[in-house]
């Protein structure tokens, strides 16, 4: 099946190519070289992928035999998506200070993960995050509330990639934003239902490798830009800012003290509980590699967070604003915020390095889709299909095909909610996707690995209670209420509601788990000491 | 487990949490709690500098931790 993967894959291509020769759009012949070569390398490695991927370890974890280091590598790749590259430079750009909330929080959560999370993730799961919650509470319902959670974050963490995408292709071949999110969409499925995880894995190393690069030529030529005065470079940047000298004080986002917790609180402790960074634990040998694979990837993460703090969003700030190339009639930046770091790339290296930047960017995100869609159709495959409803009774090539046949329907419905949500900043929507991590994934994994008065009863109600409230938060806030539902005041007026989502799951998970009197959850506690004992 | 494996997990705890703490007193509105700012120095420079040391902060205090990981699983 896989060797008709490039004829499906290059039907796409005349499209791209055909409204990129459309007459009144921005055409860049090297970025669309640069568009076709990384289509062009992502497809030659799942086609080779493809032809090693047969059971369902190779599928979900590539058999777990990467090294610890590419590992690092791509774990970098999976939580570098749109929002670190084009999401967090847009919110320094228009909020200043606060935006650094972003660029913190991932080197606290990857930290929390090599030194609290690793070895008991390895010692507790197999493939995934839901193995870990499942292993020493009654499986079946516990597999189904891991598998809603996976889904829902992912889900929605993969429309934000394509917002982005589309945004980016828009800008960049002018052709019409419902045509990108299609165009990434289908390529994303193709990757994950062709070639698993050994596939997404050499995706997401080639694309972390491009894009450290791209940073750190951009920031080299934002500082060539001022003569390597970094001083000149912050001057012009206060000069340009509308808000001057506010944009460098905290409280350009307007969060207030529990603001700043609830989104600090839901960017950690969401990624943390990210199903797909998460699964990326189970594709080295040892515990040894896994920790090796989180400071690989936080290194990786904190050159390229600290080029944007240091440089580039000053530079953006300093070259992009006021800059009437790149305003529309309105006054806005062409393409929206989210395009910043793009039209710097233009400013400080011409055409060329557009084109270089902006395949950068798109094979950011197809990398990401790839990770998030594998992450939720192994929760379809692995834990509803093969454990609930089969009840262990699948083969291995049944489970792979219907994580293929899932692949499908996920890649689908990102499409059309990446439709929905045209125009959102992607940042702002990474922490509402994060939210829902942190409030359903996050209080069960460590609860799961470190408290022995877990029970079943406990984990069901408040991890279902943590996750439909932190749904209903979201559907019910601003971003959805307001922005995409179009309705006049939100029902629940708060931006970033991570703190009390999270607040609910944690004390329901203790109190149901507490008071649970049952011989279940006394045989629960019992089984804990046989798994935590060992620690 | 023996004590020291206890200990060193508190310690961890205990610092993942200091970090925690240090970004939300900074982004807070609170940079006046960085000496920093107590002896004049810019807010631009308060920022640059608080972002640098709490981006770089965990990836040397992770660093340090697999390293004595790796050592202790050598001397066992």
């Known amino acids: 099946m896989y060797k008709r993967l490039p004829i499906g894959l290059f039907t796409l291509v005349p499209a791209v190519v055909e409204a990129a020769d459309a007459p009144n759009e921005t055409t860049n012949t090297v970025a669309i070289f640069c568009f076709l070569a990384v289509i062009g390398i992502t497809v030659v490695i799942t086609y080779r992928a493809a032809g090693r991927t047969r059971s369902a370890s190779e599928f979900y974890v590539a058999g777990g035999q990467i090294s610890g280091t590419q590992n690092g590598i791509a774990l970098a790749g999976d939580f570098m998506s749109a929002a670190t590259m084009l999401g967090i430079t847009a919110i320094i750009f228009g909020s200043g200070f606060d935006g650094i909330i972003y660029l913190i929080a991932p080197s606290v959560a990857f930290a929390m993960m090599a030194l609290l999370m690793t070895d008991r993730l390895r010692a507790m799961g197999r493939y995934s995050f839901s193995d870990v919650v499942s292993a020493r509470l009654r499986a079946p319902p516990m597999r189904v509330l891991a598998a809603s959670a996976t889904l829902v974050s992912a889900i929605m963490y993969l429309v934000l990639q394509m917002v982005g995408a589309g945004a980016l292709v828009q800008v960049l071949f002018g052709i019409d934003y419902k045509l990108a999110v299609i165009l990434v969409g289908a390529l994303m499925v193709i990757y994950v239902a062709f070639g698993g995880m050994l596939a997404t894995t050499w995706v997401q190393i080639t694309k972390a490798l491009m894009l450290v690069s791209g940073i750190l030529v951009l920031a080299f030529l934002s500082l060539l830009a001022f003569g390597f005065d970094l001083e000149a470079l912050y001057a012009q940047a206060l000069a340009r800012h509308p808000k001057g000298e506010l944009f460098v004080r905290p409280g350009g986002l307007d969060l207030g003290f529990w603001g700043a917790l609830s989104l600090i609180c839901g960017l950690i402790f969401g990624l943390v509980g990210s199903p797909h960074i998460l699964m990326r634990f189970f594709t080295v040998p040892?515990?040894?590699?896994?920790?090796?694979?989180?400071?690989?990837?936080?290194?990786?993460?904190?050159?390229?967070?600290?080029?944007?703090?240091?440089?580039?969003?000053?530079?953006?700030?300093?070259?992009?604003?006021?800059?009437?190339?790149?305003?529309?009639?309105?006054?806005?930046?062409?393409?929206?915020?989210?395009?910043?770091?793009?039209?710097?790339?233009?400013?400080?290296?011409?055409?060329?390095?557009?084109?270089?930047?902006?395949?950068?960017?798109?094979?950011?995100?197809?990398?990401?889709?790839?990770?998030?869609?594998?992450?939720?159709?192994?929760?379809?495959?692995?834990?509803?299909?093969?454990?609930?409803?089969?009840?262990?009774?699948?083969g291995e090539g049944e489970e792979v095909l219907v994580s293929r046949i899932a692949t499908g329907f996920i890649g689908g419905l990102a499409i059309v909610l990446g439709i929905a949500f045209e125009g959102q900043n992607i940042a702002y929507l990474v922490a509402l996707a994060l939210t829902v991590a942190a409030s359903a994934n996050f209080p069960l994994l460590i609860y799961s690995m470190y408290w022995?008065?877990?029970?079943?009863?406990?984990?069901?109600?408040?991890?279902?209670?943590?996750?439909?409230?932190?749904?209903?938060?979201?559907?019910?806030?601003?971003?959805?209420?307001?922005?995409?539902?179009?309705?006049?005041?939100?029902?629940?007026?708060?931006?970033?509601?991570?703190?009390?989502?999270?607040?609910?799951?944690?004390?329901?998970?203790?109190?149901?788990?507490?008071?649970?009197?049952?011989?279940?959850?006394?045989?629960?506690?019992?089984?804990?000491?046989?798994?935590?004992?060992?620690? | 487990m023996r004590r020291t494996d206890k200990n060193r997990g508190w310690i961890h705890a205990v610092v993942i949490l200091g970090f925690l703490a240090l970004f939300i007193a900074g982004m807070a509105g609170w940079p006046e709690v960085f000496a920093l700012r107590l002896f004049g120095a810019s807010y631009l420079t308060v920022g640059i500098l608080f972002g640098s040391v709490a981006i770089i902060g965990p990836v040397v205090f992770t660093a340090l931790h697999n390293r004595a990981r790796k050592q202790a699983d050598v001397d066992v």
């Open chain 1, 286 to 394: 040892d515990a040894r590699s896994a920790r090796q694979s989180a400071l690989v990837a936080m290194i990786l993460v904190a050159v390229v967070n600290l080029l944007i703090l240091v440089i580039i969003a000053p530079a953006a700030i300093a070259l992009v604003t006021g800059n009437a190339q790149y305003l529309d009639e309105t006054g806005a930046v062409l393409g929206g915020a989210n395009m910043v770091s793009i039209h710097l790339s233009e400013i400080v290296g011409g055409s060329v390095f557009l084109g270089v930047m902006s395949a950068v960017a798109f094979a950011t995100i197809l990398a990401v889709v790839a990770g998030l869609t594998l992450a939720s159709a192994s929760a379809v495959s692995h834990d509803l299909w093969a454990n609930v409803i089969r009840r262990n009774q699948a």
């Open chain 1, 452 to 535: 022995r008065g877990l029970t079943t009863r406990g984990a069901l109600v408040g991890g279902w209670l943590g996750l439909l409230s932190a749904v209903s938060f979201v559907v019910l806030g601003p971003a959805v209420w307001v922005n995409v539902l179009g309705f006049a005041e939100p029902v629940f007026p708060v931006s970033y509601p991570a703190l009390y989502s999270i607040v609910i799951a944690f004390a329901c998970i203790w109190l149901f788990s507490r008071f649970d009197r049952s011989a279940e959850g006394q045989k629960d506690r019992e089984r804990a000491r046989e798994y935590l004992g060992q620690f």
